[in-house]
T-cell receptor
């Protein structure tokens, strides 16, 4: 089974801090994604990557950046955290057209 | 118009009931179709892929109507453990679009 690991389940950060969310997958997948999920809004795509050092903006990239230096690791960076970035962040890896995405267990970020 | 639309529910049903969820999508070029299940405060997990001919997995049946751009999920003999949010997912190559989900609550 594909395993997607997010480094933290819960994080509390202060406004203005730089925040790193890490995601690692163990199946050599090329395509990885970062979403945020908020009540009533569903899953919204922040950034995705098709390969090492490649990145594409999703629907809501403002305030975020990403890094993909190694194939297995896709990092989401909040350059200067703000309270409206309090959310559940989900990383996913693409498992092929019959299996869709495999998600990590999520990071619940609170910015105070 | 949203790319993937679902009735948000909640659907409140007794154990043993049959319940159906519907989903419509806007991009006629979509090639991949899935239903995901998400438990409260957990990550979404794949429930089943949806194929053009329709497919069944135990108590769950999924149907796809490409002409109407419509996907359905039927759950028979509902269990308490089926209580969750069900996400309709549609995509092309590599990139998937998620519906906002339909909440199901099964009660004794």
């Amino acid at each position: 089974d594909v395993k997607v690991t997010q480094s933290s389940r819960y994080l509390v950060k202060r406004t203005g801090e730089k925040v790193f969310l890490e995601c690692v997958q163990d199946m050599d997948h090329e395509n990885m994604f970062w979403y945020r999920q908020d009540p009533g809004l569903g899953l919204r795509l922040i950034y995705f990557s098709y390969d090492v050092k490649m990145k594409e903006k999703g629907d809501i990239p403002e305030g975020y950046s990403v890094s993909r230096e190694k194939k297995e690791r896709f990092s989401l960076i909040l350059e200067s955290a703000s309270t409206n970035q309090t959310s559940m962040y989900l990383c996913a890896s693409y498992s092929g057209e019959n299996y869709g995405y495999t998600f990590g267990s999520g990071t619940r970020l609170t910015v105070v | 118009r949203k790319e993937v639309e679902q009735d948000p529910g909640p659907f409140n049903v007794p154990e043993g009931a049959t319940v159906a969820f519907n989903c419509t999508y806007s991009n006629s070029a979509s090639q991949s179709f899935f239903w995901y299940r998400q438990d409260c405060r957990k990550e979404p997990k794949l429930l089943m892929s949806v194929y053009s001919s329709g497919n069944e997995d135990g108590r769950f049946t999924a149907q796809l109507n490409r002409a109407s751009q419509y996907i359905s999920l039927l759950i028979r003999d509902s269990k308490l453990s089926d209580s969750a949010t069900y996400l309709c997912v549609v995509g092309g190559y590599n990139k998937l679009i998620f519906g906002a989900g339909t909440r199901l609550a099964v009660h004794p």
